[in-house]
């Protein structure tokens, strides 16, 4: 791996970020396709796992901030991945200016509906948990992590009441997020049940729709069916991978 820096105006700087292997590397072909939404280039790379979306999570930041990559590779001489992105360096910022912007950001944050909301993330990926734990610390939420589908069933039996909002990944092992939400609504069936109230219908069902925890699964599977299976298996909504902030943020605010 290499990276350089160089000015390339007045004020502005040019980054060149190369990732270079010697691997089995790519053909023609293969190539072009790289950068598809849940392909991957080959056979051989599938046995590792992966969705296929990182390369294209990749090319959509570097977009994003105005840069650009490219690929370069010979089959069995290995491949290169280069960045390019242009940026400006900053301006110096005051001690005042630091205070403004911390002023407006607390002023934000107390107008913020999810405020103070408590989140059960169910996540195995550790760096999908910390995007996730710091999207929710930016809002003043407080949250909890589950790596797997058991853990967040039993987190639920533990902390029902706790918990307003559950985010759930599907793809997990020990117990997958299908799984782990249907065990969850079994729990709350149960517990209404085992209250035996002797409210009229009407009071049931109210109490009954507050009784059930939103879930919102959260998985790179797009396609109709899948989002159809989630929702049988009794999550309120979905999210497909990859979301913005902003989308994550809305979401919760709606079941909240």
Same mark, same amino acid.
């Given at each position: 791996?290499?990276?350089?820096?160089?000015?390339?105006?007045?004020?502005?700087?040019?980054?060149?970020?190369?990732?270079?292997?010697?691997?089995?590397?790519?053909?023609?072909?293969?190539?072009?396709?790289?950068?598809?939404?849940?392909?991957?280039?080959?056979?051989?790379?599938?046995?590792?796992?992966?969705?296929?979306?990182?390369?294209?999570?990749?090319?959509?930041?570097?977009?994003?901030?105005?840069?650009?990559?490219?690929?370069?590779?010979?089959?069995?001489?290995?491949?290169?991945?280069?960045?390019?992105?242009?940026?400006?360096?900053?301006?110096?910022?005051?001690? *005042?200016?630091?205070?403004?912007?911390?002023?407006?950001?607390?002023?934000?944050?107390?107008?913020?509906?999810?405020?103070?909301?408590?989140?059960?993330?169910?996540?195995?990926?550790?760096?999908?948990?910390?995007?996730?734990?710091?999207?929710?610390?930016?809002?003043?939420?407080?949250?909890?992590?589950?790596?797997?589908?058991?853990?967040?069933?039993?987190?639920?039996?533990?902390?029902?009441?706790?918990?307003?909002?559950?985010?759930?990944?599907?793809?997990?092992?020990?117990?997958?997020?299908?799984?782990?939400?249907?065990?969850?609504?079994?729990?709350?069936?149960?517990?209404?049940?085992?209250?035996?109230?002797?409210?009229?219908?009407?009071?049931? *069902?109210?109490?009954?729709?507050?009784?059930?925890?939103?879930?919102?699964?959260?998985?790179?599977?797009?396609?109709? *069916?899948?989002? *159809?299976?989630?929702?049988?298996?009794?999550?309120?909504?979905?999210?497909?991978?990859?979301?913005?902030?902003?989308?994550?943020?809305?979401?919760?605010?709606?079941?909240?």
């Amino acid at each position: 791996m290499s990276l350089k820096i160089d000015e390339v105006s007045d004020g502005r700087k040019r980054m060149r970020l190369e990732v270079m292997d010697n691997g089995i590397g790519m053909t023609p072909e293969e190539l072009g396709m790289i950068f598809n939404r849940f392909v991957q280039a080959n056979k051989k790379t599938s046995e590792y796992g992966g969705s296929g979306l990182g390369l294209v999570l990749t090319k959509s930041m570097t977009e994003l901030m105005g840069g650009e990559i490219s690929v370069e590779s010979n089959e069995g001489e290995g491949t290169t991945f280069s960045v390019v992105i242009d940026f400006a360096v900053a301006p110096a910022v005051s001690s *005042e200016d630091v205070t403004d912007m911390m002023t407006d950001k607390q002023e934000a944050k107390e107008k913020d509906a999810i405020s103070g909301k408590h989140i059960l993330v169910v996540e195995d990926n550790e760096v999908n948990q910390r995007i996730l734990q710091r999207h929710l610390k930016a809002h003043s939420c407080e949250y909890l992590v589950a790596r797997n589908g058991k853990e967040a069933y039993e987190t639920m039996v533990a902390k029902w009441e706790w918990v307003d909002v559950v985010l759930m990944d599907i793809e997990m092992p020990v117990m997958n997020g299908l799984e782990s939400t249907a065990a969850i609504r079994e729990n709350e069936r149960k517990r209404e049940e085992e209250e035996g109230e002797k409210e009229g219908e009407g009071e049931r *069902e109210g109490k009954a729709k507050r009784r059930r925890k939103p879930i919102i699964g959260l998985s790179g599977n797009a396609r109709k *069916e899948q989002i *159809e299976t989630a929702i049988a298996a009794g999550m309120d909504d979905y999210l497909v991978k990859p979301y913005t902030k902003e989308t994550l943020m809305k979401m919760i605010g709606k079941w909240c």
